[in-house]
């Protein structure tokens, strides 16, 4: 599987969007991008993922450029129940049995007030 | 429907004491995983199922033994605690989809080893 590239830490004003980057420059084609995030002390939980298309959920939207190579997360109106570390991670569509995601250091976001 | 469920919640042992920690999960799915992590660190997996009656080693799976007790129901052991497994251990399943294969997790355990 592929690795990524996130910055260590953001900051988002409450209500407006947060916008959380990741470089994945060595994608492969049948490669999903996933996006979780884990609230202090809590399990990770899945927020969105994509093949090429952009997605949106009732969580969040993905934008996924041309080339693969990189994408965004948006959070359209973050609250403080958002600040969570944000972990971006790239994963084969035919993994078979190589189940092992790669799980960087994400991105600490902090929403403040 | 409760998802993914873990038990106990914390455990404090003392070195060369032995524990298993359970985890269940209600959503039928045929994968499951451990994974631990440590302060300021992503998650690394230990054992994973891929499925009931079968289970790989993962990253850091050296003091650890797993079961698939049936397709609920995966459970972690530990031999004889060390405190380099002081940690908090995370279970999640997944179910392979045309669309992917996203892992739903449990809350946790905290262990800590003396």
């Known amino acids: 599987d592929a690795k990524t590239t996130q910055p260590p830490s953001m900051d988002c004003a409450e209500g407006r969007a947060a916008n959380l980057p990741c470089n994945h420059s060595?994608?492969?084609?049948?490669?999903?991008v996933y996006w979780y995030r884990q609230i202090h002390s809590q399990g990770p939980q899945y927020i969105i993922h994509g093949l090429k298309n952009n997605e949106t959920n009732e969580m969040a939207s993905l934008i996924i450029t041309e080339d693969r190579k990189s994408s965004t997360l948006i959070l359209p109106h973050a609250t403080l129940r958002d600040t969570a570390v944000y972990y971006c991670i790239v994963r084969s569509r035919n993994a078979g049995n190589n189940r092992k995601l790669i799980w960087g250091l994400g991105t600490s976001l902090a929403v403040n007030p | 429907n409760a998802g993914v469920t873990q038990t106990p919640k914390f455990q404090v042992l003392k070195t060369g004491q032995s524990m298993t920690l359970q985890c269940a999960q209600d959503m039928n799915h045929n994968s499951m995983y451990w994974y631990r992590q440590d302060p300021g660190m992503g998650l690394r997996l230990i054992y994973y199922s891929a499925s009931e009656g079968t289970t790989d080693k993962g990253e850091v799976p050296n003091g650890y033994n797993v079961s698939r007790l049936n397709k609920r129901e995966f459970s972690l052991r530990l031999e004889s605690a060390a405190p380099s497994q002081t940690s908090v251990y995370f279970c999640?399943?997944?179910?392979?989809?045309?669309?992917?294969?996203?892992?739903?997790f449990g809350p946790g355990t905290r262990l800590t080893v003396l």
């Open positions: 060595t994608i492969s084609g049948n490669e999903y």
């Open positions: 999640a399943s997944s179910d392979s989809t045309s669309s992917g294969d996203t892992q739903y």
